[in-house]
T-cell receptor, first 113, second 114 residues
Framework: SQQGEEDPQALSIQEGENATMNCSYK?????LQWYRQNSGRGLVHLIL?????REKHSGRLRVTLDTSKKSSSLLITASRAADTASYFC?????????????FGIGTKLQVIP | DAGVTQSPTHLIKTRGQHVTLRCSPI?????VSWYQQVLGQGPQFIFQ???????GRGNFPDRFSARQFPNYSSELNVNALLLGDSALYLC?????????????FGSGTQLSVL
């Protein structure tokens, strides 16, 4: 089952604009991660935010986490055509001795040059 | 260093057949996880192996099985293939099986069942 739900499911913006994607999840987590996937191939890790953190930055990426609302957002500033991809949030829990990473359904981002 | 490698990249099978997918983790990584990604959806967890033992299993039927070898490479086996098994199968490795570890993904095996 999918733990997270990204919103919107698709987003189209002009190059240079900011892109914001949201993720909601259902159960308590240890941390939350964001991944990127180009053209249905392998996923690439972008950023990890721990459950006791509220905001984290990495280059043009800014992630927030609100555990009381069970939600997270990913902001990509000054978007580029190369940012066109699908973005997934993934919740991370340690369950029964294994790392249970559960992905959302993703946001498909298109950046128009 | 080489990343996570998966083989084959593409595979076409017919219903009822068996398939074996292979994964080599990043050198030094002891944990391998398998995911199924149906078109338009996020990856769904199938298995996690750590130190050659199954540590976690997702909600998949017994037709799905896996194993991890002493060199930490892994195989995913699917028996009695169904049309619904058509998907991208992703392998991910990490150093351990703890939380707070990022996953490193291979490029996947695209399986088509006809």
């Amino acid at each position: 089952s999918q733990q997270g739900e990204e919103d919107p499911q698709a987003l189209s913006i002009q190059e240079g604009e900011n892109a914001t994607m949201n993720c909601s999840y259902k159960t308590s987590i240890n941390n939350l991660q964001w991944y990127r996937q180009n053209s249905g191939r392998g996923l690439v890790h972008l950023i990890l935010i721990r459950s006791n953190e509220r905001e984290k930055h990495s280059g043009r990426l800014r992630v927030t986490l609100d555990t009381s609302k069970k939600s997270s957002s990913l902001l990509i500033t000054a978007s580029r055509a190369a940012d066109t991809a699908s973005y997934f949030c993934a919740t991370d829990q340690l369950r029964g001795g294994y790392q249970k990473v559960t992905f959302g359904i993703g946001t498909k981002l298109q950046v128009i040059p | 260093d080489a990343g996570v490698t998966q083989s084959p990249t593409h595979l076409i099978k017919t219903r009822g057949q068996h398939v074996t997918l292979r994964c080599s983790p990043i050198s030094g990584h002891k944990s391998v996880s398998w995911y199924q990604q149906v078109l338009g959806q996020g990856p769904q967890f199938i298995f996690q192996y750590y130190e050659k033992e199954e540590r976690g299993r997702g909600n998949f039927p017994d037709r799905f099985s896996a194993r991890q070898f002493p060199n930490y490479s892994s195989e995913l086996n699917v028996n009695a293939l169904l049309l619904g098994d058509s998907a991208l199968y992703l392998c991910a490795s990490s150093l351990h099986r703890a939380t707070n570890e990022k996953l490193f993904f291979g490029s996947g095996t695209q399986l088509s069942v006809l």
